[in-house]
């Protein structure tokens, strides 16, 4: 069965440094989504992507975040710097259409220190 | 007022046990509503997927959806211990890009 891929599966970061969580969607899918869940929290939106463009995004999901799909295959999200707060899994999701169920990655565990 | 409630549990039943999940919502614009299971440290698995009021089945798993008393199930028959898991419910509004509005999760635990 079709999987979406992340990497790594946990990266430990200092604080003020830059990181970027790797993913790559199922290959026809057409809508890109970045989810994170704080431990203990409820899974949270960050960002839509659809159409090489953010199609939404939170409030948390502010000018320390940007997402790229650099090639037909990959979907990237980059913290700048990285505060103590950023500590969170980060799930990566992906649909073929906007009337379907998405497809989550197992999720990067991100520990900033 | 949360747009979406979901007691948090933590359930636990025995094997064999019918399980009742629920979730309620505020906001009438929620069109899409979907359960989700989630392993420890792992993404959410989706179960089940509806659109209208009503019941839809799929194997022990069984979804409701009122949405005039804004209240969705899931029913899981015949429990095993490996539905021991989160169980999270989801909406999306109508049109937009769906971004998923989930509820906090219910933790359950079928012990043999």
């Known amino acids: 069965e079709p999987e979406v891929t992340q990497t790594p599966s946990h990266q430990v970061t200092q604080m003020g440094q830059e990181v970027i969580l790797r993913c790559v969607p199922i290959s026809n899918h057409l809508y890109f989504y970045w989810y994170r869940q704080i431990l203990g929290q409820k899974v949270e939106f960050l960002v839509s992507?659809?159409?090489?463009?953010?199609?939404?995004k939170s409030e948390i999901f502010d000018d320390q975040f940007s997402v790229e799909r650099p090639d037909g295959s990959n979907f990237t999200l980059k913290i700048r710097s990285t505060k103590l707060e950023d500590s969170a899994m980060y799930f990566c999701?992906?649909?073929?259409?906007?009337?379907?169920?998405?497809?989550f990655g197992s999720g990067t565990r991100l520990t900033v220190v | 007022q949360k747009e979406v409630e979901q007691d948090p549990g933590p359930l636990s039943v025995p094997e064999g046990a019918i399980v009742s999940l629920n979730c309620t919502y505020s906001n009438s614009a929620f069109q899409y509503f979907m359960w989700y299971r989630q392993y420890s440290r792992k993404g959410p698995e989706l179960l089940m997927y509806?659109?209208?009021?009503g019941n839809k089945e799929d194997g022990r798993f069984t979804a409701q959806v009122d949405k005039s008393s804004k209240y969705i199930s899931l029913f899981i028959r015949d429990s095993q211990p490996s539905d021991s898991a989160t169980y999270l419910c989801?909406?999306?509004?109508?049109?937009?890009?769906?971004?998923?509005?989930f509820g906090a999760g219910t933790r359950l635990a079928v012990h043999p």
């Open positions: 989801a909406m999306i509004y109508s049109g937009g890009y769906n971004k998923l509005i």
């Open positions: 992507f659809y159409n090489n463009e953010i199609s939404e």
């Open positions: 999701a992906s649909k073929l259409t906007q009337n379907y169920g998405y497809t």
């Open positions: 509806t659109y209208s009021s």
